[in-house]
């Protein structure tokens, strides 16, 4: 297939590069822009390993052609940094074993990192519902709701930038 | 030892976390090369057919197409067990399972090779094929393997003690048959592999291998790749990337890795291969479908009097694991509870269907739901609570079991008595509203296996550790890290013998060139193991800085402490870290010495500082005591390494091999369930785990592990299956498979018991895999508790509750769901498929099985329940 010219907006970033009309948006991220954090792990859609922002909206990249991204803003999981360092969420999830082998892990910030733009306070149960996109094997999502509570605590705080890691 | 612990028993983040959150981290897909093909595997639709042509001319012909690799191209047989070499890369005249691998096209991009699949022309003849195992052992002709008869892979027939004085010595005997349905790893991650050659220097022709892999085994892969290559083991380098979990899934070798190696050989570039999810589903090496023939005797006063089992695993097309699998199965019988007398028959058969492997719990989890499901239906029989049988047989450690096993640290009694109190158990158990149940059970797993697979007096770890003089600590271990933290375990065991902060041990794993031999992570073998040689390889290194530094501080060695990133003198600064003022002091007068002295001359420092090193101190900062060791002995290195002691190898007897860890862990879980009789839907409100630890070196990875197994187990227990029609897989996708997501995992308290093992480093035992068995028993034993229903085959779907229920209803008419039976008295596999072709009878058969009440011409139901009443006749000869 004859390949076309695209322009995307990734991470505030615009990336000029040629590739086939039916490649998926994964793909492009991936093989096209090296932006290697978003995972393929399904084939199916049904895992969420490859979720990236699409305006805003947590969206399945493997389910989205890349040529119909054009003029949007994308964000993938290595846009979820804040000023070059760790978002809250991100050292949350380290620090209370919300990643194990953290293949899954970058699906994850995309949709909690959105679940906290919408919903800054979510109860137990609407962390639980917006993380059920997301599929992971090795923790059992215990000590995700761990860690994005102490997320949402380190936000309210507003020390997420600021607290030593404990490691260090 | 102290128990007092800078690092030790601190919940940190694990040291890769930040790359796992970031997206930065690299896992192998992530990795290209320059000039890299993809490679695209073919694989059979045939459960088991002869090749008679292969043509790939027209493939070949194909724009971006570079090579076709077929079998030939790399014919010798390997096997992850050196009793099992029965696979080659690509098939070799003969396909065994729909999904084997026949052909490798190797093309510019994924698109093209996907395309020059099609043009591929193969011929196949299809040959009589055997899905369920009990018919596989009928088998004559048409062998899956020529030299397994009745398709056999492995039989073994042990008895330990008397059972059967055990038996007559009974007040109360069961026996039953237990289903356990075939489940997978489905780990994040598919597997995937990046092989290379480099260039010959001398000839230009392609020399040394360098290959990336998600595996669990780089050491093993790298053996393997030797011999399909024929090339030396020197001559290969296999590194780990990031892995995405494994779980067993890749803690051997599989198809992708060699047949990635042997393309980039081909067609002399660099070659990726990852598999789809449906691949990964047909690579396999789960847990196989497990029918366990178990009968119990038990005293009036809940005392065991004797076990025995007959087990039969469906194994799929290739030994795999195999023979270990169905060697755990017995052998981990022994070790939970004090049984004084064992009998067990253990058949691994082979199908046409993707091989079965190791898998979290290996071996041990199909036949504990059978044990905990029969022990919880003998305490109903004699009028005794659950938790009380449980804690009437327990070991008295330290002691040999009757099969060999030694045991040291035994946390169980503390399990028990800790989630029966979490959980409320006496005060709730009986007395919750109809169709809330609560269940226990326990289980245990290995600590690694006191004997590696390939026998041999070999350490089973090795560590190096080298320490520079700019203070930073590097540690080289051959350990994988799939997840699990090993990685982080090792930095932390070295800081915390150093006595220096994490932030300066830098780890260097699973790299064949750099890292010393490691066997792997599987087993749950990595703490215990790996983690003792790197504690050995520490305090190597430990000593070296104490002498230098008590030299220098002009006192006896064992007055010199190393903590929090200073070495002091103890008899001077007493036992607690010098406080932050004296530190920072301390710093200060030893700064300028950190740029480093080299013999003969001053690289940075100068004759005044050198005159200021020369004055006696009673404190040194890390930095400053490490150039002192590396200016008294050279080079400032270390190695540790770890074997199994002799008194933990085991028996003496035909597979005594398998069992034997330097030390068990121990789980005890009680399960909170709500049962809906409508539907017949189980909904699992909560799991208390307590696990036994050892000592829990990191308690955010140690709940991680402990928590992320119970909810494995939970998973397999309510709705992982994989379904099977003639062999094809029916459901190879993470949505059908149903792993469950947030809003099906309920919440799991983990509770953590540390009995602090004489062997384990720092007293650590293994975390991940021992509390998975008990989940499935757990709610099993809930579920009866619920509705009073035995449900005895797994999952524990709606459709097998709704029929378990009905059964139990006067007069309800049966329902036939699928060729099942009753779940609560399952005679045969769900799906029975059955042999295309068979003749002849095949070994002996159990009374119980439902084949032999068949050919007695007895009414199925009536025969085997006749059979059930009748000692167990069959299974050893």
Redesign the interface.
């Known amino acids: ?1 004859k390949k076309v010219l695209l322009t995307l907006n990734v991470n505030g970033r615009e990336h000029e590069f040629a590739c ?1 009309p039916n490649a998926l948006l994964l793909d492009a991220l ?1 093989v096209d822009l090296g ?10 859609s ?2 969420g ?1 490859c979720t990236v922002l699409l305006d805003g909206t947590p969206m399945l990249s493997c389910a989205l052609l890349a040529a119909s991204c054009e003029g949007q803003k994308i964000t ?3 846009g ?2 804040e000023h070059g360092s ?1 978002a809250a ?3 949350a ?5 919300g ?8 699906g994850f ?1 995309v949709t909690v990192h959105w679940l906290l733009e919408q919903n800054p306070n979510p109860t137990e149960e609407e962390i ?2 917006a ?14 709701y761990q860690a994005v509570k102490a997320a949402i605590e380190a936000e309210k705080k507003g020390i997420a930038h600021t607290a030593e ?4 | 030892m102290i128990d007092n612990f800078s690092i030790i028993g ?18 192998t ?2 990795l290209t090369l320059p000039g890299m093909l993809i490679g695209k595997i073919l694989h059979s639709p045939y459960p088991h057919a002869r090749i008679k042509k292969l043509d790939a001319s027209r493939a070949l012909a194909l724009p971006g197409v570079v090579a076709v690799v077929i079998g030939e191209d790399a014919p010798n047989k390997y096997g992850i067990l050196p009793v099992g070499h029965d696979e080659t890369a690509l098939a070799v005249g003969k396909v065994r399972y729909v999904g084997d691998n026949v052909a490798c096209v190797v093309a510019e991009t994924e ?1 093209i090779a996907e395309k020059a699949m099609e043009l591929i022309d193969v011929e196949y003849e299809p040959l009589p094929a055997y899905f369920d195992p009990e018919e596989s052992m009928k088998a004559e002709a048409d062998l899956i393997h020529d030299e397994k008869p009745h398709n056999i892979e492995k039989d073994y027939h042990h008895v330990f003690g008397e059972p059967d004085a055990g038996f007559a010595e009974a007040d109360e005997i069961t026996e039953g048959r237990y289903i356990a349905n075939e489940v997978t ?6 597997h995937s592999t990046l092989a290379s050659f480099e260039i010959d220097p001398q000839t230009g022709n392609p020399g040394r291998l360098v290959v990336w892999s998600s595996t669990q085994v780089p050491y093993y892969l790298q053996h393997k790749l030797s011999i399909v290559l024929d090339m030396p083991m020197s001559q290969i380098r296999v590194i780990k990337p ?6 067993g899934g890749k803690s051997e070798v599989i198809p992708l890795e060699i047949i990635a190696a042997v393309a980039a050989r081909k067609a002399k570039a660099p070659v990726k291969i ?1 598999y ?3 691949e990964v589903f047909w690579a396999h090496r789960g847990r196989p479908r497990t029918v366990v023939d178990l009968k119990t005797g038990v005293k009036r006063d809940g005392r065991i009097t004797s076990v025995a089992a007959r087990v039969v695993q469906d194994g799929g097309a290739y030994c795999s694991y195999g023979v270990v699998t169905i060697l755990y199965s017995g052998a981990l019988l022994g070790a939970l509870y004090d049984i004084p007398n064992i009998r067990y028959d253990g058949y691994r058969v082979l199908t046409n269907k993707p091989a079965c492997g190791a898998m979290r719990g290996h071996g041990t989890v199909n036949v504990r739901f059978a044990f905990e499901s029969q022990l919880d239906e003998l305490a109903a029989k004699i009028g005794m609570d659950p938790a009380a049988i449980r804690e009437r047989n327990l070991l008295k450690a330290p002691t040999i079991t009757v099969n060999g096993l030694r045991v040291q640290s035994y946390g169980l009694p503390e399990c028990i008595s800790q989630t029966v109190t979490r959980s409320k158990w006496r005060e709730r158990k009986g007395k919750l509203p109809r169709g809330r149940g609560l269940g226990i059970a326990c289980s245990h797993y290995v600590s690694g296996a006191a004997n590696s697979i390939i026998r041999s007096d070999m350490p089973h770890s090795t560590v190096n550790i080298k320490i520079d003089r700019d203070g930073g600590v590097v540690v080289y271990t051959g350990a994988s890290d ?4 090993s990685d982080t375990m090792v930095a932390q065991i070295v800081a915390e013998v150093l006595g220096c ?3 300066r041990v830098k780890v260097i794993a699973a790299d064949t060139d750099l890292t010393p031999i490691d066997i792997g992570s599987y087993s749950s073998r990595v703490t215990f193991m790996n983690g003792n040689a790197t504690l050995r390889a520490a305090e190597a290194v430990k000593k070296q800085i104490v002498e230098a530094a008590a030299r220098r501080m002009q006192c006896d060695a064992g007055d010199v402490l190393m903590r929090g990133d200073c070495v002091w003198r103890k008899s001077v600064r007493g036992e607690t870290a010098p406080d932050a003022n004296a530190k920072s002091a301390a710093m200060e007068q030893s700064a300028p010495t950190a740029s480093g002295r080299v013999e003969g001359q001053i690289l940075r420092g100068s004759v005044q500082q050198k005159r200021k090193e020369e004055i006696v101190k009673d404190q040194m900062s890390f930095e400053e005591a490490v150039v002192a060791a590396i200016d008294f002995h050279g080079a400032l290195t270390g190695t540790g390494s770890y074997a199994p002691p002799p008194e933990a190898r085991g028996g003496k007897h035909k597979g005594a091999g398998v069992g034997p860890s330097p030390a068990y862990s121990y789980s005890a879980q009680v399960a909170e369930v709500a049962v809906d009789e409508e539907t017949g839907e189980v909904t699992v409100l909560k799991i208390w785990a307590a696990h036994d630890c050892g000592r829990a070196l990191n308690p ?2 140690v ?2 592990q402990v ?2 197994s ?3 187990g ?1 998973g397999q227990a309510l709705q992982e299956e994989m379904v099977w029609k003639d062999g094809l897989l029916m459901n190879p ?3 059908e498979y149903r ?1 469950p ?3 099906e ?1 309920p ?2 308290e983990c509770i953590i018991v540390e009995s602090v093992d004489p062997e384990g480093p720092f007293g650590a035992k293994e975390a991940s895999e021992g509390s998975l068995a008990a989940a499935i028993p757990a709610i099993a034993n809930a579920i009866y508790d619920a509705v009073g229903v035995r449900l005895r085959e797994s999952p524990f779907t709606p459709e097998r509750v709704l029929a378990a229920l009905r059964a139990k209803k006067v007069g309800a008419k049966k329902i036939d769901l699928t060729e099942s039976v009753d779940p609560t008295n399952p005679q045969a596999f769900r799906e029975h498929g059955g042999a295309l072709w068979y003749r002849g009878k095949g070994p002996a058969r159990h009374a119980s099985d439902a084949a032999v009440a068949h050919h007695k011409g007895a009414a199925r139901g009536n025969s085997s329940r006749d059979s059930r009443e009748r000692p167990s006749a069959g299974g050893d000869d």
């Open positions: 297939m086939e991936r932006l290697t954090g978003s995972k393929r792990a399904c084939d199916d049904s895992c390993a993938t999981v290595e979820i940094a760790l969420i991100q050292k999830y380290g620090d209370w074993g990643a194990q082998c953290g293949f899954c892990t970058p910030m639980r519902h993380l059920s996109g997301n599929l992971c094997r090795c923790t059992g999502y215990t000590q995700m890691r404990t490691d260090a | 601190k919940p940190i983040a694990m040291v890769d976390a930040a790359g796992k959150t970031t997206g930065a981290g690299k896992y897909d992530d698109g790893h489905a780990a994040m991650e598919p990031l892995v995405g979990g494994g779980f990852t789809t999810r449906e799939i997840g699990q933290g902060t994490l932030a955010v990875s709940e991680g928590i992320g119970v909810w494995m939970l996708g993470m949505l792993s997501s947030a809003t995992s919440e799991i």
